[in-house]
């Protein structure tokens, strides 16, 4: 009973108590036995009102469950937001959201609910995994009602802690098995997510729940050892991929230094066949002019052989031609 309704329950009682006492009194007064009728009626009127009608906020819609009559049960034509007007002796109405809604099931009691509620499961090896899983659901409108057929409740929390969690624990355990630690531990694991949202999606798909959103809350939990082992493993690919990067920079630096020196060595090849007999004979009298042009007219300090320079000087004592 709304508060509403107790205030106006309230008001009839005091209304026909009112009129007991005016009844009964020694010196009744006709106007004031009339107010009290009146409020009493209006109040009762009110309060009959306020029972038979009911106020769907937005987001939610509701159903209408048939308690007497040939039609009993549930009504398949949900009832959306706004006013419904029903029997409460006859009828009763529930409420459900269509709104996401969303579960976490963690082992911390400071996430979620303050339960271990974690999801355990094995891999393909019968290694157990421990996890912590958040997911996220809706329920289809149109189907509200096989959704109340099915689990004769409008608590869904009741329903998302039990049935749904249980769902999710039985797909995490059958599809898991396919894969290794590793993969579970590593880089399938979103492939496993996938997997397991669309049989959850295929479970609870017909009374009216579709499962928007399903992950992990961190890394699923391995054993210490397999965690050591997995991450041994990973450091020594990634050396590995290292030491063959290393040894591929070294061999294009090598490949890079033979392509050089065989491009000098057929450059000079190249200059050295060019170099003929007239070429060395130019290049000589091309020296040659340069020193006479320079010449004092001194003899040189220094004489060579291949100097290229031949002057027939007069020797000491000799006497000058002409003379």
Known sequence: M??????????????????????????????????????GVVALAA?????????IPPGYVGIKVNNLGAHR?????????????????ASTVFEYPTFVQT????????????????????????????????L???????????FYVQFRSDDLSAFTHGYLRNVARDAFNELAARYTAEEVYGGKRE???GQVKERINNEVSGFGV????????????????????????????????RVENELRQARAQAAKD??????????????????????????QLEITERAIGKWDGHRPMVEGQSSGLLLSLPGPGATPAGK
Request: charged letters at 20%; proline letters at 5%; zero cysteines.
């Open 136 to 146: 996220a659901y809706r329920l289809e409108e149109t189907r509200v009602p096989h």
């Open 191 to 193: 492939q496993l997510l």
């Open 73 to 89: 049960g549930v009504q398949d034509i949900t009832l959306r937001t706004g006013l419904v007007f029903y029997t409460p002796v």
């Open 47 to 55: 309060l009959v009102l306020s029972a038979t009608v009911i106020r």
């Open 210 to 241: 579709r499962i928007e959103q399903l992950g992990f809350i961190g890394a699923p939990r391995a054993p210490q050892p397999i965690v050591d082992a997995i991450n041994a493993k990973i450091k020594a690919i990634q050396d590995a991929l």
């Open 103 to 134: 579960a976490v099931w963690t082992r911390s009691a400071h996430e979620g609910r303050p339960l271990n509620e974690e999801i355990s499961f094995n891999s393909g090896e019968g290694l157990v995994f421990t996890a912590d899983v958040s």
């Open 2 to 39: 709304s508060a509403l309704q107790l205030v106006l329950g309230v008001l009839v009682v005091v209304s026909i108590a009112a009129h007991i006492v005016q009844r009964f009194a020694p010196h009744p007064s006709v106007i004031r036995r009339s107010a009290i009728d009146v409020v």
């Open 258 to 283: 033979v392509a050089e020196a065989e491009g000098k060595a057929r450059a000079n090849q190249l200059l050295a066949s060019s170099l003929s007999g007239v070429l060395l004979q130019w290049r």
